[in-house]
């Protein structure tokens, strides 16, 4: 019974010290996702979470501005959706009265999905284009033979001349607007002279690119475009790089949102690229990688996407202003159309944690759509509910990235839709399989060490396949995350990652995380003391009484009993012999005091209990 009772105690104080924990690791985002739903077949968990999300929109008589917009990609026009959307409105942008590059963005994106004309939101955004500040460039110039060379650079209507030496270092005068970087292999383009054109023409054959990289320092860029010049031929190199800014300052995240908004309503993105990717480590949190390879297909931004994955389920960034959900829905977003086998785990883990109704996330409407239109898009009614935007493979033509449907001969077609940011290209782009690449393919169990690159038949390791487990380094199982460098809002932690061109990265540690930790440990002191007194809880009561006692105004003393007549000290005197014994009234018997009794009693049942 007495072990029966301390067990008890204990586990119901371990019960509150785990709720703690799990409310404080959540940091006021709902992460708390159950994992006992039972797996049901693709087909009917997704028809069931259709289902639930009509039902929620059905059963709401008000929706935010996100609701309304991720519910349109989702389903489509519905009037309650739409009329939110058109309602939250200012002068083409949202919301009304505080307008931001994100929410307008993802408006364009909805509008698109249901065929509704976004010229004037498409004119907003580009009217906020600005020059980022974040940025130095250079132009390279390489003799193709790497011998000497002389090179004339033509710009604002003057020349000059710079040399190109042996190590093909640089030498020379090249005017205002450009000056040989310090390690001499580069000139340095002046901010006031960005967007200018430099014409370079060489008495050799060359080369000729441009570079970036942030202000601070830090990985030097290369730009995708590299230009080739026979021996005094021209080639022409200007650096185009914009951001979108709000108020004075770029807005990077959206800028993100953006620019995939502008490809899908069909402008060019590429000028913000050098901007989305040399700032790309300072803003891990909003999961660029996702948005960039949308944008340029590039491997390196393919294998950032696959290898983020969390435990082959799922991803959730360091530092995530969303939840695990939303994070989820854009590695699927940027995985559309690929056979990437990081795309097909983490659907079938969305289907194992539904909420009964199925949706997810505790039936969020937000996240739920989001999901859907990631994950398992389909073809939606258009404005007014009538007829549907033409599917772009329905009609026998391929979705591709905008710059590998150029890049391969092929030309977008905008009056037909993909489900996904993706544009519709009038030629497939085809694939190398993996085999070709001299890579390999990992099992479902393994995890790619190394980057990895789409293919036909999957994703690419070009580095080694491990065991999922061996892949769980020091970092991702300290919950950090590792990268090439830390965000802002980041910091080293100090353990390992399996990659050791990474670092591990995690959220930079706050007061409130420290004020949370010092409630455990109170509790966990709780539970020490309480168990405590039920081991010791007799002795405890004794000592209590004793205590009760010696706190009055006197300590209590049994009274000694009255000389009797006849008696000396209380004792009787021995009787002469011969003489008779002399007659002594009865000593008249006292009841001791209620307080004695009472005292007595309890010490009785205190020793019986402690037997």
């Known amino acids: 019974m007495k072990k029966g009772m301390l067990f008890a105690c204990i586990f119901l104080l371990l019960a509150l010290v785990g709720a703690a924990n799990n409310s404080i690791n959540d940091s006021g985002v709902n992460r708390t996702i159950s994992t006992t739903t039972t797996v049901i077949g693709t087909t009917a968990g997704v028809d069931k979470a259709y289902q639930c999300l009509e039902n929620q929109i059905k059963n709401k008589t008000s929706f935010s501005l996100q609701e309304a917009v ?14 939110t959307i058109d309602n939250a409105a200012g002068s083409s942008c949202w919301p009304k009265g505080a307008c931001t590059l994100k929410d307008t963005a993802q408006v364009a994106l909805a509008y698109a999905r249901i065929g509704k004309n976004t010229q004037g939101i498409e004119d907003w955004i580009l009217s906020k284009n600005g020059t980022p500040n974040d940025l130095i460039w250079y132009v390279e110039i390489d003799s193709a033979n790497h011998e000497p060379s002389s090179c004339t650079i033509g710009y604002r209507g003057s020349s000059s001349t710079i040399n190109i030496g042996n190590d093909m270092k640089l030498s020379g005068n090249a005017g205002s607007c450009l000056s040989i970087s310090p390690s001499g292999y580069w000139l340095k383009v002046q901010q006031s002279c960005q967007n200018v054109q430099f014409d370079i023409s060489c008495d050799k054959e060359f080369v000729s690119t441009l570079l970036y990289q942030k202000s601070n320092g830090g990985t030097v860029y290369v730009a995708p475009v590299t230009h080739s010049g026979a021996s005094l031929g021209t080639t022409s190199e200007k650096v185009d790089a914009q951001c979108l800014k709000t108020g004075s300052n770029c807005d990077y995240e959206g800028t993100l949102w953006a620019a995939i908004a502008l490809q899908r309503t069909g402008n060019d993105p590429s000028a913000y690229v050098p901007y989305l990717v040399a700032l790309a480590p300072d803003n891990t949190r909003y999961f660029p990688s996702a948005f960039i390879y949308m944008i340029t297909g590039g491997n390196d931004y393919y294998s950032d996407i696959t290898q983020s994955e969390k435990q082959g389920k799922y991803w959730e960034m360091t530092a995530t202003p969303y939840n695990r959900f939303y994070d989820t829905s854009l590695g699927l977003l940027a995985l559309q159309g690929t056979s990437a086998g990081e795309a097909e785990s983490a659907k079938n883990y969305l289907l194992s944690i ?37 599917l772009c493979q329905s009609a026998g033509y391929s979705c591709e990235g905008r710059f590998e449907c150029l890049d391969g001969g092929g030309t977008v077609l905008e009056s037909y839709q993909c489900l996904d940011s993706r544009v519709c290209c009038s030629v497939a782009v085809r694939q190398q399989t993996c085999s070709a690449k001299q890579g390999i393919i990992c099992s479902n169990s393994q995890r790619c060490v190394g980057s990895s690159q789409e293919a036909s038949d999957g994703s690419c390791c070009l580095g080694s396949c491990v065991e999922t487990q061996q892949q769980e380094d020091q970092c991702t199982t300290s919950g950090g995350s590792c990268s090439l460098s830390c965000g802002t809002n980041e910091e080293e932690s100090g353990v390992s990652c399996s990659d050791s061109s990474k670092v591990c990265c995690v959220a930079k540690t706050t007061t409130a995380s420290s004020g949370s930790s010092l409630w455990i440990y109170i509790l966990v002191i709780l539970i020490i003391v309480v168990a405590l007194g039920i081991i010791f809880r007799n002795k405890i009561r004794i000592a209590l009484f004793k205590a009760r006692g010696r706190g009055g105004s006197s300590a209590y003393t049994r009274p000694t009993p009255p ?22 009234p009865s000593p008249v018997r006292r009841a001791p005091p209620q307080r004695d009794r009472e005292m007595d009693e309890t010490l009785k049942k205190l020793k019986e209990m402690s037997e």
């Open 70 to 83: 991720f519910g349109t990609l989702a389903l489509g026009a519905r009037s309650s959706l739409t009329s």
């Open 563 to 584: 000389s009797a007549p006849g008696t000396i000290g209380g004792f009787r005197p021995m009787r002469p012999a011969g003489f008779a014994p002399i007659r002594q």
């Open 354 to 390: 539904q909420t009964p109704q199925g949706c997810w996330n505790n039936n969020n409407v937000r996240d739920t759509a989001f999901i859907l239109y990631s994950g398992w898009g389909k073809a939606v009614s258009s404005t007014g509910g009538t007829g549907t935007t033409p």
